[in-house]
């Protein structure tokens, strides 16, 4: 993507048609249904443009900054210190899942849902863990050649074990924290970091050995969620996670 006048209008053109749809949906469901009061509307219309300007910004400095970022920090580790990458990649992918939006407003209505059961907190700090301990495997993938099947298909039948033996209540969340947690920071910045260290790394395929890192972290918090469900239904089901 292009910097400066000319890639801010693409990243805003880009914008106005991801959002456009839901604008014109709700303008047409407010006009035969809703009909909310004017002081509603002007709210509810200030934070759509409040929204999307935030967007712009975002995914502007996101894919000016951070993916550039990420490539190049995967190509120096994965050159002549590549021993480092397994712990950088744990470090980074904590700091990338602790930033992404989703993954809060994700938290957020976690605990507002159940009633202050599961706390923003634990969320945010499992999930951030979970991303990061994947994003280490990954780098480990990478360096020692491990193919991508001997990974992933062992973790989704994990999973199935896991979904018979945790805590109901968060077997749906576990789901959708796989999808929170791929969000713009974790597919802009790990994803083209993993691409850098496969460049980089010799012997790697950048295609066959780069990629798989965003399936990695849908993964992880499937897995880790639904442990710590495990947890809660043996620890006598407490009902004060904190």
């Known amino acids: 993507m292009s910097s400066g006048l000319g890639g801010l209008l693409t990243v805003f053109f880009e914008v106005i048609q991801s959002i456009a749809p839901l604008i014109i949906f709700f303008t047409l469901f407010q006009k035969l249904y809703l009909r909310l009061p004017i002081s509603q509307i002007i709210k509810l219309y200030t934070g759509l443009a409040f929204t999307v300007f935030g967007m712009v910004l975002f995914l502007y400095g996101v894919n000016n900054g951070f993916l550039p970022a990420g490539a190049a920090i995967g ?4 050159g002549s210190k590549k ?3 397994i712990p950088i990649g744990f470090i980074l992918g904590l ?11 994700l ?9 202050g059961y599961i706390r923003s907190n634990l969320m945010l700090y499992t999930l951030s863990f979970a991303v990061a301990t994947l994003t280490a495997i990954t780098m480990a993938k990478i360096i020692y ?3 991508f099947l ?8 994990f999973v199935l074990i896991l979904l018979w033996i945790c805590d109901k209540d968060f077997i749906g969340i576990a789901f959708d924290a796989g999808g929170a947690v791929t969000g713009p920071m974790a ?3 790990l994803m083209s970091m993993a691409v850098g260290v496969a460049t980089a790394h010799e012997g790697a395929d950048p295609v066959a050995d780069g990629f798989g890192l965003i399936a990695m972290i849908a993964l992880a918090p499937i897995i880790f969620v639904l442990l710590l469900g495990v947890y809660i239904r043996f620890n006598g089901g407490r009902r004060d996670v904190q």
């Not at 700091?95 to 407003?105: D, G, H, I, Q």
Request: glycine share 8%; charged share 15%; aromatic share 18%.
């Open 150 to 157: 001997y990974i992933i298909v062992p973790g989704y039948l």
């Open 145 to 147: 050649r491990i193919p």
């Open 107 to 115: 938290c957020y209505q976690v605990e507002e849902s159940s009633n």
């Open 75 to 78: 190509e120096f580790f994965g």
């Open 187 to 189: 597919v802009t910045f």
């Open 83 to 85: 021993g480092l990458l």
């Open 95 to 105: 700091l990338a899942t602790f930033a992404e939006p989703s993954v809060r407003v």
